[in-house]
């Protein structure tokens, strides 16, 4: 197969010509309609990313999982309704900085005044399946010495690394080529070494050559970094800043590995 | 809930607004499809994982193609932890092909500009065939920095040499040719600091190899080593080549990296192309934390290539091996020794100890290809001698010292080694720092601005390496330096120098630079009593200072006459029951224990405890170390239950002020087993040995000679044949733990070595490992014979006494190889060895007259004597045992008359220079005896018969050499009666006494004592031949059988 025609069809390659294309936090942004359905979109589709890292973040704030998942949702209800595209705005920067002070905002006011009104009869929410999220959350390493704020920014890179690999999976199962890259994937982050197995085993395997699997795991290397990056990009407003958004999110992981 | 229970949920909860249950029911199905969706790809698990997968975004941003500056990119042609290289064409001002580097990090770009604008120039002076250039550097349009190379194409040096099975020698070659494009660069100014396999690439030129380094001053200029570590780099270091990075690069602490960072690395790289692989496992650093990483290459000393070499498995080893086109012992002996210290010297942890430059290192590669010696060796083994000279100047001390050290293993008067030894370093430096402050103030008040700039720069010197305690050769250089200044800077300031002189001397001391010190206190001396008069405290002081620096030096009788003026002065200032007094007396004391045996040692060391007890309360350090003081006298007057009492309150004392861990409470352990063991092999000795060596093995570096001393202590008891897997694992593991640091005095590890090699050496068990385990133990100490530092006086004494016990305890045989060991290993010393020396050859002897082999016995008796009679008072107790062991050897070999030479002078000896007030020597009894038996003979049964009564008589009086074990036994000397009497034809006297004797000494053989048997078949000897005389054929049949 022509790995480089398939390349096309990821519609990745756009991020790498230099000139910046709509993300969907600039579309986001430089909507000023409340009307404006394009940026209403935009904005659904990044929230549901990120639903988790701000669902940590509540739980660290010491709220259990009921009220954090309540919390979560209706912080969403509340930006997807017309008066929250409005919030967001150039100096507020990045989606995650957006995101995280206007849930500390909304924890701090309204939330508070939300939960009155429900104990009274309010709105209950939608259980969107998020038991996981408590067992997740409660299967996590805890480690004490983060912040609510420094978990938020681990939980969203990791989900940020997370989503990537599912979503270039997704792209290799697609054409049908799904065992690949399950066998690349140790070979892509081990860092040299992999596995227990040798490379030239791993490719007999796959009835390729040793020469084409290491062929095969540079190009999935260089898509998954692509891939990443271009999610990382979908939050920035202009490319200048991917590079310390990125870096951002390296310190996030390194913070719960050690102090500096 | 399963889909269709929520859909219906959701129908009901939100009826009433339709809008927002559709866009939330959206949200909850969109939710958990991505998570279904993420929760079947493999996943990186770790934070390690993690971040390389993070890294992938900010490398590959290029494409082929793609123009940048004057550049075009043609292909990528490398990928690492810093970016990507590509392979591109200059357009303009030349058409060329060049390597470009891209950097992936998104540092500040502009500042790396900035620094690489700042390096332009010394890079562009660079111009070696060994070195790539550096053209050019910019941004690329997305704000990525960039470099522009020369092009190189090859191998990476490791792989090019494994490739081309390149020998060992041409490697070395190859390295050198390395070192020297390093050294060019190093020459303009220029720090790689990021040396490893990958920036060093080797092409052929006419089927020559030749090694060009790439990537000079990038790394300086992408700051990825620098101060500013922000969370970015350590990201990047993640990714990097932890296993090339020099310790002090991997601190971070912001000290500069300077040219030895790069020496560090350079020695990386030999030990690989050596060992086939680095120090430590990059894949093992990989995995660990940054953290953990850090502390492996700050602290963790790796193994030597040789010992690299040979702790690979089959295979691999096999295949390091092939690629060098050698066996694999070839190869582990081609790197053992110098290559094994060259290596080990650039990689030193404390850079100042490196090579001080790359020629320097390719000069002593050299060296060793032209079989010259190398510099590593001698310079930087040379401060490990005064560091275990001072670790063991008790054991080394004075002449008798060596007596009691040697024969019971005893730790002398502990408090000292409280002070001296425990918090060494740390108390000098604290005390010069003191000195210096209250010096400081003085001159403060004089305005005397350059004696106050000379403080501060002497300890600004001191300080760090104090600091770390670890340091003494550092030291040692801060210090000469100091007194060369001090003579010259300080001429006008009489006071300020003499306080300093007299720091400087007891920093001399701590450091075990006995001359030095010694120099430095006599002045001080002088100054005082000429400053403050003959009755001063300040003489007094100075007095006492000198007096145990002379003690050290062994200088008994001058050390005597200061201390003695020190304390006739404290006395008459402050009474007898004073501090400072006590202090005196008790290292008087200690000079007495030394000198003349314990009795007055005693009663000062009584007298120091009263004092102490009034002034410090009873539960003080200070009277536990007078109490483990008076425990070493009574042990050495064999008064063992009280011994034991003064050890063991000394002990409790130790343990609760000190805590359990401490090493004074393991030498106050071990001196308390050395004195039960003066009784004879015991399970308390064997079980307080076992705790000491414990808590040595806790808080001591497996090197340290107190360990290596308990070891060979506890050892002595247990008779190989009875030693236990455990014992063997414990010993296994003691000497893979001294493998893994470099050895201070290699020849200090022989013991381990031997007593491994005893253990192993059955033939159901290894055998060929013992083999070769004896054998690294003699190359070790022939190094030592030849040019490296000598043997831990205290460790050898330690070999003897093993061999001592072992010689007692019946297994000669065993105990001999360890005691020839001790013995060797002390050949061609200095005058300090020469003690333990003649100890050494004194074992041996006796060792020697056990196993039958009286010809040798003679000859280390003589040698013993020799020396014997050089250092020390004719009447000295070695004396006796070594007239009476050469007295034996020279009978059995048939020269009866040189027997009894030697004899009768000692005799004459003993009775002629007896002090008036001075006990019978200990060794009297075995001195008549021996020529008792000398006579006996010869037939002199008259003679003969005095020397033996008196023997007993001398016995029963309690003068007795060894308290348990006994040499000369009384049995002994009754059966030489009994001989004596038969002679004279007194058969009914004699009778009964040669069958007790036989019985006393059947009861020592059963219970001890294999030389006890050797004596039995004496006594039945004996009696066989009474009988013969007698005609009494049944008897002597009888008799005859049980000898058979």
Same mark, same amino acid.
């Given at each position: ?57 509540? @739980? @660290? ?57 429900? @104990? ?98 540079? @190009? ?41 | ?123 562009? *002076? ?13 941004? !690329? ?39 020297? &494009? ?8 220029? %720090? ?20 060009? %380094? ?18 970015? !780099? ?32 350079? /020695? ?19 995995? $660990? ?7 492996? %290459? ?23 091996? &092939?690629?060098?086109? &050698?066996?694999? +012992? ?145 030291? =040692? ?6 007194? =060369?200044?001090?003579?010259? +800077? ?51 002081? $100075?007095? #006492?200072?000198?007096?145990?620096? *002379? ?29 400072? #007094? ?57 008064? #063992? ?10 002990? &409790?004392?130790?343990?609760? *002020? ?16 050395? $004195? ?20 040595? /093995? ?66 159901? =068990? ?68 020469? /003690? !333990?020396? !003649? ?20 000859? $280390?008796?003589? +040698? ?181």
């Amino acid at each position: 197969m022509n790995v480089d025609e398939e390349w096309g069809i990821s519609g990745e390659r756009a991020t790498r010509t230099g000139s910046f294309p709509e993300t969907q936090w600039s579309i986001v942004l430089r909507s000023d309609a409340s009307g404006d359905t394009r940026a209403h979109a935009a904005l659904e589709s990044l929230c549901l990313k990120y639903w988790y890292p701000l669902y940590t973040f509540v @739980r @660290r704030q010491g709220r259990d999982h009921h009220e954090a998942e309540d919390c979560t949702q209706e912080f969403f209800a509340r930006l997807l309704s017309a008066e929250g595209l409005k919030r967001a705005r150039p100096e507020r920067g990045r989606f995650r900085s957006f995101l995280l002070s206007g849930m500390r905002n909304f924890l701090t006011s309204e939330w508070r005044r939300a939960s009155a009104a429900k @104990r009274g009869g309010g709105l209950a929410t939608v259980p969107i399946g998020t038991v996981d999220f408590d067992e997740r959350f409660c299967h996590e390493p805890r480690d004490t010495a983060l912040t609510p704020e420094q978990a938020f920014d681990r939980s969203w890179a990791l989900g940020m690394i997370d989503r990537a690999v599912g979503e270039l999976r997704a792209e290799y199962v697609r054409s049908g080529r799904g065992e690949l890259f399950d066998s690349l994937a140790p070979q892509i982050w081990g860092g040299g070494s992999g596995g227990t197995v040798p490379v030239d085993v791993l490719a007999a395997r796959l009835e390729m050559t040793a020469q084409a699997y290491a062929v095969a795991l540079h @190009r999935a290397r260089r898509r998954l970094g692509d891939r990443l990056r271009a999610r990382v990009a979908e939050t920035v407003a202009d490319s200048k800043e991917i590079d310390a958004e990125l870096r951002h999110l390296v310190a996030a992981i390194n913070e719960a590995t050690g102090p500096a | 809930m399963p889909p269709d229970e929520r859909a219906e949920f959701l129908r009901r909860t939100y009826v009433e607004n339709p809008g927002l249950r559709d866009r939330l029911r959206q949200i909850a199905q969109a939710v958990s499809s991505l998570e279904n969706e993420s929760r079947t790809a493999p996943l990186p698990s770790s934070d390690a994982e993690r971040a390389r997968v993070m890294e992938l975004a900010f490398t590959h941003q290029e494409v082929a193609g793609a123009s940048i500056g004057h550049y075009k990119l043609i292909q990528e042609i490398g990928e690492g932890g810093f970016g990507v290289v590509w392979m591109a064409e200059q357009q303009e001002p030349i058409r060329r092909r060049v390597a470009m580097k891209v950097i992936k990090s998104g540092m500040d770009s502009r500042e790396v500009i900035a620094r690489f604008e700042t390096e332009r120039q010394a890079l562009a *002076l660079m111009d070696h065939p060994g070195i790539a250039r550096v053209f050019d550097a910019g941004t !690329t349009q997305s704000g990525r920095p960039y470099f522009v190379m020369e092009l190189v194409r090859g191998t990476p040096i490791t792989r090019y040499c494994d490739d081309s099975r390149m020998p060992v020698e041409a490697r070395l070659r190859l390295f050198i040719s390395v070192c020297r &494009a390093v050294q060019h660069a190093h020459q303009k100014g220029i %720090i790689h600091r990021d040396l490893k396999p990958s920036n060093i690439i080797v092409t052929q030129h006419d089927g020559v190899a030749a090694a060009k %380094i790439i990537d000079f001053g990038i790394a300086k200029a992408t700051g990825s080593e620098l101060r500013e570590r922000t969370l970015f !780099t350590r990201f990047h270091a993640f990714i990097g080549t932890p296993a090339y990075t020099s310790p002090e690069q991997m601190e971070m602490s912001g000290l500069d990296v300077d040219t030895r960072s790069d020496i560090y690395s350079l /020695g990386v790289l030999l030990y690989e192309l050596l060992a086939g692989r680095p120090p430590f496992d990059p894949a093992q650093l990989l995995k $660990s934390s940054l953290e953990e990483m850090r502390r492996t %290459i700050r602290e963790d000393e790796p193994p030597l290539p040789s010992q690299s070499v040979c702790a690979l498995q089959d295979g691999q080893r096999a295949a390091v091996g &092939a690629v060098r086109s &050698a066996t694999q +012992e070839a190869l582990a002996n081609a790197l053992r020794g110098d290559l094994d210290w060259i290596v080990m010297h650039c990689l030193e942890k404390d850079r100042t100890r490196r090579y001080e430059t790359a020629s320097g290192l390719a000069a002593d590669v050299c060296r060793y290809l032209d079989n010259e010696p190398v510099t590593a060796r001698p310079a930087s083994t040379a401060y490990r001698i005064g560091k275990f000279v001072r670790r063991n100047r008790l054991a080394v001390v004075a002449a008798a010292a060596v007596v009691i050290s040697l024969m019971t293993g005893l730790v002398v008067a502990s408090v000292a080694l409280v002070r001296e030894r425990a918090a060494l370093i740390r108390e000098s430096t604290m005390r010069l720092e003191a000195d210096a402050n209250a010096a400081q103030a003085r001159t403060e008040a004089a305005k005397n601005d350059q004696v106050a700039r000379f403080m501060k720069d002497m300890l600004s010197g001191a300080g760090p390496s104090a600091a770390l305690g670890r340091d003494t050769a550092m030291l =040692r250089d801060i210090v000469d330096a100091t007194a =060369r200044r001090l003579d010259s +800077e300080l001429k006008d300031h009489p006071e300020v120098a003499t306080d300093l002189l007299e720091t400087l001397a007891l920093v001399y001391r701590d450091l075990g630079f006995y001359q030095e010190a010694e120099e430095r206190t006599r002045k001080v001396v002088a100054f005082k009593r000429g400053r403050y008069g003959n009755g001063s405290a300040e003489l007094a002081d $100075s007095l #006492v200072k000198h007096g145990v620096v *002379l003690r050290h030096l062994n200088r008994i009788k001058e050390a005597e006459a200061a201390l003695g003026e020190a304390l006739a002065i404290l006395r008459a200032l402050h009474g007898h029951a004073d501090a400072t #007094v006590a202090d005196t007396l008790f290292e008087l004391a200690r000079l007495y224990t030394m000198d003349r045996g314990p009795g007055e040692s005693e009663r000062m060391m009584l007298e120091v405890l009263d004092i102490r007890r009034e002034e410090f309360g009873s539960n003080h350090i200070l009277v536990a170390a007078t109490l483990d003081g008076l425990g070493t006298s009574a042990s050495l007057d064999t008064r #063992v239950a009280e011994a034991a009492e003064r050890y063991s309150e000394a002990l &409790a004392m130790y343990r609760q *002020l000190l805590g359990n861990d401490h090493p004074t409470v393991a030498l106050t352990l071990y001196n308390l087993a050395s $004195s039960l063991r003066n009784e004879g092999p015991s399970p308390r000795a064997t079980a307080h040995f076992r705790e000491a060596l414990f808590i040595q /093995g806790k808080v001591l570096d497996p090197d340290h000679p107190d360990l290596v001393v308990t070891l060979l202590d506890y050892m002595a008891d247990i008779p190989a044949s009875e030693a236990d897997e455990e014992t063997t694992e414990f010993l296994r593991e003691f000497v893979a733990r001294q493998r893994r640091a470099m050895p201070r005095v290699p020849a200090n590890r022989a013991p381990a070595l031997i007593l491994l090699a005893t253990l192993l050496d059955r033939p159901e =068990r290894d055998p060929a490992g013992a083999a070769l385990l004896r054998r690294e133990a003699e190359d070790l100490i022939e190094g030592s014979l030849a040019d490296g530092p000598r043997i831990d006086l205290g460790i050898a004494s330690a070999m003897g006494r093993f061999g001592w016990c072992k010689f007692l305890n019946g297994n000669v045989a065993e105990g001999l190889r360890m005691c020839e060991a001790g013995v060797r290993s002390l050949h061609g010393g200095t005058e300090e060895t020469r /003690g !333990t020396l !003649t100890a050494g050859y004194l074992i041996l002897g006796w060792m020697q007259n056990g196993m039958g082999r009286h010809g040798d016995a003679v000859a $280390s008796f003589k +040698e013993s004597l020799l020396i014997l009679r050089a250092r020390w008072p004719a009447n000295h107790g070695l004396l006796g045992l070594a007239v009476s062991g050469l007295g034996m050897a020279h009978r059995l070999t048939g020269h009866n008359a040189e027997a009894q030479q030697v004899l009768r002078e000692a005799l004459d000896v003993a009775n002629r220079d007896r002090a008036p007030n001075a006990g019978t020597p200990r060794w009297l009894p075995a001195v008549l005896c021996e020529l008792g038996r000398t006579l006996n003979h010869e037939s002199s049964f008259l003679e003969a018969g005095e020397c033996f009564r008196e023997a007993i008589r001398l016995q029963d009086g309690g003068v007795r050499m060894w308290s348990a074990a006994n040499v000369y036994p009384r049995a002994l000397a009754e059966s030489g009666l009994g001989v004596a009497l038969a002679g004279q034809g007194r058969f009914g006297e004699a009778e009964p006494l040669l069958l007790h004797a036989l019985e006393e000494m059947r009861k020592e053989e059963r219970s001890t004592s294999g030389y006890g048997a050797v004596l039995a078949i004496e006594a039945l000897d004996a009696i066989v031949a009474f009988y013969d005389a007698r005609g009494m054929p049944e008897q002597a049949a009888r008799w005859r059988s049980s000898l058979e």
